[in-house]
């Protein structure tokens, strides 16, 4: 991930929320994490913001717009279609798999219950990003 850019984490479980902002911030990554409640919020936030995120964490199971109707809208903009968008769910169905990977996500992470495993996960995410190439 780029080194100044945001983290857009969109997420309605307040837990999820400060678990997944507790582990950002134990691993030391300084990246500031904008939280957004659904995917309405997340559109707004891209529509407003004037420089784009270096990475979304996205959440499939959210009121109003899920994840998936999420992915749809932004995989038509083409600004916002080059953002890297890593699905962070309770959901093991296959077809919400399917869906999400067919739209263009750069990963589907199945959130752990142990927060230490839950940490290594996002660890191992953000090690990714902070060495991989990325267009914008």
Request: charged residues 25%.
């Amino acid at each position: 991930m780029l080194s100044s850019k945001q983290i857009l984490l969109l997420e309605d479980d307040l837990v999820d929320v400060m678990t997944i902002k507790r582990g950002i911030a134990q691993l030391g990554i300084n990246n500031e994490c904008v939280v957004k409640s659904n995917g309405e919020e997340g559109l707004e936030y891209l529509e407003a913001c004037n420089e784009l995120p270096g990475i979304i964490f996205l959440d499939i199971n959210m009121p109003k717009m899920n994840g998936i109707e999420f992915l749809k809208q932004i995989k038509t903009n083409a600004k916002w279609a080059q953002i890297p968008v890593v699905v962070l769910t309770t959901s093991k169905d296959q077809q919400d798999k399917e869906d999400t990977f067919q739209l263009g996500i750069a990963g589907y992470m199945i959130k752990p219950v142990d927060y230490d495993e839950f940490k290594q996960m996002l660890d191992a995410i953000m090690q990714y990003w902070k060495l991989s190439e990325h267009p914008y």
